[in-house]
């Protein structure tokens, strides 16, 4: 497994997960869920405290996007080495005239998980789920369980088959 953590599949622990994630977790057998301190939940301390590699790590940015006078939302799964192109490929691609992060008290509002915790797994419906390719290609990836007193351990691709999941080059 990854790090010095206590890895358990996800589906046994869903009082670890964020209402809506333990709602789809029985859909992702592969899904491994290790408790950990709330207090390091943010990437960078967590990595170094818990032994997880930079690399290994993927988090997920919640953006809304406006075009037409409408706004919408979206996920943008990119690595925690990387920063999503929000501005270019995420707004092209979503055909948006501005993208920007979503503030914080409309992302956990509406996503009903807990800021710096919040993971493409159980978003509302309709929402498109943009994955970068090397988060789809890692063969294992740490990803935010809903909540911040945990963590989800997940092949990448594993996020490719979400509900309107879609993989581009997202980094820059």
């Given at each position: 497994?990854?790090?010095?953590l206590?890895?358990?599949?996800?589906?046994?622990?869903?009082?670890?997960?964020?209402?809506?994630?333990a709602?789809?977790?029985?859909?992702?057998?592969?899904?491994?869920?290790?408790?950990?301190?709330?207090?390091?939940?943010?990437?960078?301390?967590?990595?170094?405290?818990?032994?997880?590699?930079?690399?290994?790590?993927?988090?997920?940015?919640?953006?809304?996007?406006?075009?037409?006078?409408?706004?919408?939302?979206?996920?943008?799964?990119?690595?925690?080495?990387d920063?999503?192109?929000?501005n270019?490929?995420?707004?092209?691609?979503?055909?948006?005239?501005?993208?920007?992060?979503?503030?914080?008290?409309d992302?956990?509002?509406?996503?009903?998980?807990?800021?710096?915790?919040?993971?493409?797994l159980?978003?509302?419906?309709?929402?498109?789920?943009?994955?970068?390719?090397?988060?789809?290609?890692?063969?294992?990836?740490?990803?935010?369980?809903?909540?911040?007193?945990?963590?989800?351990?997940?092949?990448?691709?594993?996020l490719?088959?979400?509900?309107g999941?879609?993989?581009?080059?997202?980094?820059?």
């Amino acid at each position: 497994m990854v790090g010095n953590l206590d890895w358990r599949p996800a589906a046994e622990r869903t009082d670890l997960l964020a209402g809506p994630v333990a709602a789809v977790i029985g859909e992702r057998p592969e899904a491994r869920v290790a408790e950990i301190d709330p207090e390091l939940a943010d990437t960078a301390a967590f990595c170094e405290r818990y032994g997880v590699p930079l690399e290994v790590s993927a988090n997920c940015v919640i953006v809304a996007a406006k075009r037409g006078g409408e706004a919408g939302y979206a996920a943008c799964m990119v690595a925690a080495t990387d920063r999503a192109d929000v501005n270019g490929v995420v707004r092209r691609h979503l055909g948006a005239r501005k993208v920007s992060f979503a503030p914080m008290a409309d992302a956990t509002s509406l996503t009903s998980m807990e800021y710096g915790g919040i993971t493409p797994l159980g978003l509302p419906a309709g929402w498109p789920v943009l994955v970068d390719e090397a988060v789809a290609a890692a063969p294992q990836v740490v990803i935010g369980s809903g909540v911040r007193r945990s963590k989800l351990l997940l092949p990448g691709k594993s996020l490719t088959d979400l509900p309107g999941a879609e993989v581009l080059a997202l980094a820059r």
